[in-house]
């Protein structure tokens, strides 16, 4: 199997951990449908067996599902259209240049050409935005903090079990979206879920059976060739 084509991989029955790493990719759009708890248990604890330094496991997880999920979401889609100022808890990097910011311009070109949106298209633009606060229409979302007191050395553990988390479920047959966007308003999240502030958001997940018929779902969207990021030294 590779993952050079444009029509995103089915998952194969009994699928190999190849087979989920190459089917893995951001899901836009899901069906609503909720999944079952004994499934959200396990891809769950699938992601508990994260490694991270010296075993502390410092990531904090809370999932909305249901009217939790509607109410969540409702509330960061009014803290946006409303124009609330974001106050995340960690600096992020929002301008790239260079080789970094021409993949970000080769991936929304994929994105948007799929969900046919000009690239003068503000509108189409902000509306897109705006679905990541919508959760792409997901029955769940799952947000990720890890204790205040720590800095990117400990983001690392988050990291690995974001993307263990991420691989459980589409094992599983889930489609996921990485989120940073909904970071941008820790309070609402920890004023949500009853965290105080000794934790921080890191990102949100929204997940859920995928939508096949949502265009942004169409997109597969290109690596760089190892060569440019891997040296092997003998
Ligand atoms: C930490 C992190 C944050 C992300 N934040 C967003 C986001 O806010 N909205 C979004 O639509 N995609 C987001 N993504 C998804 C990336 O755009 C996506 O992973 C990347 O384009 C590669 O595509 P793929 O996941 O389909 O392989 C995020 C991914 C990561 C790892």
């Not at 899901?30 to 067996?49: E, G, N």
């Not at 047959?173 to 004023?191: N, T």
Request: charged share 20%; glycine share 6%; aromatic share 8%.
């Amino acid at each position: 199997m590779t993952n050079t084509s444009e029509t995103p991989m089915i998952l194969p029955e009994n699928p190999s951990f190849e087979d989920v790493v190459r089917c893995r990719r951001s899901v836009r759009g899901f069906l609503p449908k909720a999944v079952p708890q004994d499934l959200l248990h396990k891809i769950f604890s699938l992601a508990q067996l994260a490694p991270s330094n010296c075993n502390i496991q410092p990531w904090k997880v809370a999932v909305a599902s249901g009217e939790s999920c509607r109410l969540l979401r409702d509330k960061l889609v009014a803290a946006v259209t409303e124009g609330v100022k974001p106050n995340p808890d960690h600096q992020r990097v929002d301008k790239f240049e260079g080789v970094f910011r021409q993949r970000q311009v080769d991936t929304a070109v994929a994105l948007y050409g799929n969900m046919n949106i000009a690239r003068d298209d503000g509108e189409g633009r902000r509306r897109a935005s705006l679905r990541n606060f919508e959760f792409f229409d997901a029955p769940h979302a799952a947000f990720i903090a890890m204790p205040s007191i720590f800095n990117e050395s400990v983001a690392v553990d988050v990291g690995m079990y974001a993307q263990n988390l991420m691989l459980a479920m589409t094992a599983n047959g889930l489609g996921s979206c990485a989120q940073a966007s909904v970071s941008r308003y820790p309070d609402i999240i920890r004023a949500h879920f009853g965290w105080n502030d000794s934790l921080a958001v890191l990102m949100g997940i929204s997940f859920g059976f995928e939508d096949p018929s949502i265009p942004a779902n169409k997109t597969v969207v290109p690596r760089a060739d190892i060569r440019e990021e891997v040296i092997f030294l003998d």
